[in-house]
């Protein structure tokens, strides 16, 4: 009975086949007249079903911040005929780039001086060898280090807004996937250089069928991705840690399984092996509904948990709720930025 209570949502229908629309308009007091941020908005992405859910709502601004250009404009485009009179505004944002990071968080704060809820969505999975700007295994330095470096650039943007506001309604959110469950992180490669790493940094092995193939170079996609995914859910369990006094919650979520372009790397052995082990797969709308609701349902300032799964709380792996890990990812991720962030301020 104690564990029910935990893990339920003020929804406890909500589920794997709840659309986004819906969640939005049940919590629409939550979106109405605030400032919302979402990272990665594309077509057929996740993060564009989430950006027209929220704009149906009546957002006082939404900052859609993604890579290209073209692609972030047709969404934008998109929500202004659907729904004519909301505020938008594009930020351009390559979180493979510190130096993009930085200049987006600057443009932000020129659009806006109050964020009240920043969803961290943007990501990206790679089945090759790849680095950021500034040296980082690609999926590492974008899933994990670009959006520590982004959140913490906009945080007197959200503390801000949470003067003014009840607590925990303020929000960081931001998108892992059930895969974290596949490698805790390598701090003693995480940059996958082939270094030995000790047995707790080993990934799950052995990966079946095509999870397993590595390149010529030793790069296994699928455990770089899984490392990312497990930062994002030790990089909100440390947020969580620091930041309720301020009144700023922060959620991890698993979307669940979409058809989007987080596969457009994939050969058709690794896209057969994904149908293999998906038992169902979302439209974009059922995607955005966990994100929804780790970023709208006021009843999770009640509730203790740290990751959302089919818009309830789920228990992550251990290895992605640790606190003494999420500490040394923290102190990692402030090396490789060049920055430190107090967050006792
Ligand atoms: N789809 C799934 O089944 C699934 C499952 C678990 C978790 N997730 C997570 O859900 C999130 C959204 O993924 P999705 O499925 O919607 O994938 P997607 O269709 O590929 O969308 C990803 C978005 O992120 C943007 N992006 C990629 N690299 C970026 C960078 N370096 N800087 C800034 N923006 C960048 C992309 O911009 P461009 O327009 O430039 O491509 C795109 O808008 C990701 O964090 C992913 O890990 C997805």
């Not at 955005?288 to 789920?314: H, M, W």
Request: hydrophobic share 40%; charged share 20%; with cysteine.
């Amino acid at each position: 009975m104690k564990l029910l209570i935990l893990i339920m949502t003020s929804h406890p229908e909500f589920g794997e086949r709840t659309p986004g629309s819906v969640v939005a308009r049940v919590f629409e007091d939550s979106i109405r007249g605030r400032t919302i941020l979402i990272t990665g908005v594309s077509p057929k992405s996740i993060g564009a079903a989430t950006a027209l859910n929220l704009a149906s709502q009546h957002p006082a601004l939404l900052i859609l911040a993604s890579r290209t250009r073209h692609r972030v404009q047709e969404i934008a485009d998109k929500i202004q005929q659907d729904h004519p009179g909301t505020r938008v505004e594009i930020v351009q944002l390559n979180l493979s780039s510190q130096k993009s990071v930085r200049q987006a968080a600057a443009d932000v704060a020129a659009l806006t001086d109050k964020l009240d809820i920043l969803i961290n969505n943007a990501g990206l999975f790679v089945t090759s060898r790849q680095a950021t700007a500034e040296g980082i295994e690609m999926q590492f330095g974008t899933n994990h280090i670009g959006p520590f470096l982004f959140t913490n650039l906009l945080l007197p943007l959200l503390r801000k807004a949470a003067y003014n506001t009840s607590p925990g309604a303020t929000r960081i959110v931001t998108l892992s996937s059930a895969g974290h469950r596949l490698s805790p992180i390598r701090f003693s490669d995480y940059n996958f250089t082939g270094k030995p790493v000790p047995p707790e940094e080993e990934h799950v092995k052995p990966l079946q069928g095509a999870f397993g193939r590595c390149t010529s170079d030793g790069y296994n996609g699928i455990v770089a991705y899984a490392q990312s995914k497990t930062a994002n859910i030790l990089f909100t369990r440390y947020l969580q840690q620091h930041l309720p006094k301020y009144g700023i919650a922060a959620y991890a979520l698993h979307p669940g399984t979409i058809q989007t372009d987080l596969s457009r790397d994939q050969d058709p052995e690794l896209e057969t092996a994904f149908y293999k082990v998906a038992p169902y797969w979302k439209t974009p709308d059922e995607g955005s509904s966990t994100t929804l609701v780790a970023a709208l349902d006021p009843a999770l300032n009640e509730i203790k948990g740290l990751y959302l799964y089919d818009c309830q709380f789920r228990e992550p792996f251990s290895h992605a709720s640790d606190p003494v890990a999420a500490e040394r990812l923290w102190k990692l991720s402030e090396e490789l930025v060049g920055e430190t962030f107090a967050l006792d301020f």
